[in-house]
């Protein structure tokens, strides 16, 4: 019978659960996950990276994304608006002055001209599309924080520190 | 905040060579190499675009 390597499944059981709080540490504070792992420089890179295409956004007039059901694109727009965790609640509490996450999809609907109108201000914003831009992309590269932080915390990635 | 589509693109491209070249490579002389090549990479790429768009209207 020829030798078939034999996978221990110690280390696997081992890493399961390990990635949780860096993981979750990445969400709450873009950085926060690395800082966790041992990766101090890259973390304080990361974060002043991350809040600075944050910050500009907002600056430039970006706007929270809102689900509309009949544009499917908006789904993935607000939930990359998510992956920035709590800073999310900040760009919507200032975009809308509440926390909304969907548009109620009536047209007659009060609430819903109100976002319509708020959302339309700011598209009126001549930087409204850098700001966008700059949020959306905040929220990109907090994901990949999230997922490299995951790696590293699975050994997938160097566990040494820098 | 900033007005001008070049600075803004400058600083978009700044931030996101400097964020995949910490994400990717570990030593500083490698870094610095990522941040150069991607950051001006992208400038020179959408000036390049720019032109050539530029005689092409909307209308």
């Given at each position: ?14 890493n399961?659960g390990?990635?949780?709080?860096p993981?979750?540490?990445a969400?709450?504070l ?5 800082f ?24 430039s ?5 809102l ?9 993935l727009?607000?939930?990359?608006n ?5 800073l ?5 509490q200032?975009?809308?002055h509440e ?6 999809g009536?047209?007659s609907?009060p609430?819903q ?9 700011r ?10 831009t700059?949020l ?17 915390a699975t ?8 | ?8 693109m400058?600083?978009?491209s700044?931030?996101?060579?400097v ?16 941040i ?6 992208m ?7 720019a032109?050539?768009m530029?005689p092409?209207?909307?209308?």
């Amino acid at each position: 019978m020829p030798d078939v390597p034999v996978v221990d499944p110690a280390p696997a059981a081992e890493n399961s659960g390990r990635f949780v709080v860096p993981c979750l540490l990445a969400w709450l504070l873009p950085g926060l996950g690395h800082f966790y792992l041992g990766k101090r420089k890259r973390a304080v890179v990361f974060f002043c990276v991350v809040a600075t295409a944050f910050v500009l956004g907002i600056g430039s007039d970006g706007a929270a994304s809102l689900i509309d059901p009949r544009q499917p694109l908006s789904y993935l727009a607000t939930f990359d608006n998510l992956a920035m965790g709590p800073l999310d609640l900040v760009s919507r509490q200032l975009t809308f002055h509440e926390m909304a996450y969907r548009l109620p999809g009536d047209e007659s609907s009060p609430r819903q001209q109100e976002l319509t109108r708020l959302l339309r201000d700011r598209v009126k914003s001549p930087t409204y599309e850098y700001g966008n831009t700059f949020l959306l992309t905040a929220g990109l590269m907090n994901i990949l924080l999230i997922l490299d932080a995951f790696d590293i915390a699975t050994g997938r990635k160097d566990r040494a520190p820098a | 905040m900033i007005r001008s589509h070049f600075l803004n693109m400058a600083v978009f491209s700044l931030l996101v060579a400097v964020f995949f070249a910490f994400l990717t490579q570990s030593g500083a002389r490698d870094r610095i190499k990522v941040i150069v090549i991607l950051g001006g990479s992208m400038i020179v790429v959408s000036l390049i675009i720019a032109y050539v768009m530029y005689p092409f209207p909307l209308r």
